[in-house]
Structures are given as C-alpha cells and as structure tokens.
C-alpha cells in the first residue's frame, strides 16, 4: 500500500506520538480506510518528513507514533505570491502550481482592474493541502484571506526584496535584479493588469517594477513563470 502523506500542526507531535484530527483525521480513517498497524508521513511544516505507525484510532482522532524523522527539505529564502484575483476560479490553478514550486504563501487581492471580488480562502487551503500531498512537500503554503491592493502595498514594507511584474515595464527584468534576499515577495496583477497609478504607488512602497519579457502573458501564467523563475535565481530549486 502507497505510504500517504498527512499534515499537522507541530503542537500535535508530543513525545513521540502525533494525534490526527478533524479534516486530516477523517480522510485517512474514512476516505483512505486507514487500520492500525499502517503506515503514513506526517509532516509539520518545518521540512521533516516524520515516517509514522497507526497506534490507535479513535472515535475523532488518530494516534500514530513516530518510527522515523528524516529531514526532506530545508528552505533558506521564503516567498510569498500577491495574486491578483482571476474570474472563472483560475486562481486555483495558480495557488495549486505556486505550492508545488515551493511558494510559501499566496495572497490573493483585488485592485482597479480586477473583474471578480469574491474568494474562499477555505476552498485555497483544500487546494494547497492537495497540492502539498501530490507534490511530497514537507511543507505546507499558506493561503490568505482575499485583501485589496492598498493593504498589499502595506503588507510588502515588511520584504526584503519586492518586485512586481507590469506589462508597461521594458528594462528592468529579474535578470538584472540583485536578488540575494531571504524573504522576498512578488506581485502580479489581475486580467487586464495594472493601473500606472498602481504601479506607482508600488515603486513607493519599495517595489522594484520587472518585465517578464516581451510577450504579455496571461495573468495565471505570469504567476507561475515568476515564481520559477525567482525560486530558481534563489537556488530554491536546486539539490543541496
């Protein structure tokens, strides 16, 4: 039987036993029909993979005790992904490649030229917990509560580096980018893009303006492209 993947908070894991609930706990005892005696990974969120036994499964909770803690994967630049909100739920296409690239949070927003308002940050989380899974992450992303465009631009004061990406732009590009921070964020906008006043209220905010070529891409492609791409100038894509 394939040896499946479970998330947990870290406060689950004492003594060498980890307790599944809610959510979790129900896709392994009714969707999967996990027994006792079973084998699973659990992991929480700091790049160990904690390969586990079934010890006892209860009414609303699993009891597993931990065999083996292996360090899977370790992070040394965080990246966060301001998304513009996308009509026809293309958001979930972007949130789904953006963990598998190994983005650490999603924020998704909605700005002047945004043609949809509506997002379920639950529906996020349930994308990204798959998406996790499918991938063998040893970490889970983050997905916020939908934010507007001003609280964005307050948000990112806190990055090391931030760059949004603006179809207007025809010089500056990642490549000449220095880019050696550890916390880093990256903004792309909705269909249709940004507003000049936007983008400007950016540049104020500390965000270096890029281009990402001279082809305008789809605003879920643009996503995914400058996630790659700054992930791989990081080294994040790399083997240690």
């Not at 803690?69 to 040394?76: F, M, Q, Y």
């Not at 630049?77 to 650490?104: H, M, P, S």
Request: aromatic share 6%; proline share 1%.
């Amino acid at each position: 039987m394939e040896i499946r993947r479970f998330f947990v908070d870290k406060s689950m894991l004492q003594d060498g036993k980890v307790t599944l609930r809610g959510d979790e706990f129900l896709h392994m005892t009714k969707v999967l029909r996990y027994k006792v005696g079973f084998k699973a990974v659990v992991c929480l969120g700091d790049g160990v993979d904690n390969y586990c036994t079934v010890e006892e499964i209860g009414k609303d909770y699993a009891v597993l005790s931990v065999d083996e803690s292996v360090v899977a994967d370790k992070k040394n630049a965080r990246l966060t992904l301001y998304a513009g909100l996308l009509k026809n739920n293309k958001l979930d296409f972007v949130i789904q490649k953006a963990v598998e690239l190994g983005v650490d949070r999603v924020v998704p927003f909605v700005s002047a030229n945004s043609a949809e308002s509506k997002f379920s940050k639950e529906r996020g989380e349930r994308i990204a917990l798959e998406a996790a899974k499918q991938c063998g992450s040893s970490y889970l992303s983050i997905v916020d509560d939908l934010k507007t465009i001003d609280e964005v631009l307050q948000d990112i004061k806190g990055f090391d580096k931030v760059l949004l990406a603006y179809e207007g732009e025809r010089h500056n590009s990642l490549k000449t980018s220095s880019l050696t921070a550890s916390n880093v964020a990256l903004i792309v906008g909705p269909e249709g893009g940004f507003k000049l006043g936007e983008v400007d209220m950016a540049k104020k905010s500390g965000a270096d303006v890029i281009t990402l070529g001279r082809r305008i891409l789809r605003a879920e492609t643009a996503s995914i492209v400058l996630c790659a791409l700054t992930l791989d100038k990081l080294g994040e894509l790399d083997y240690d």
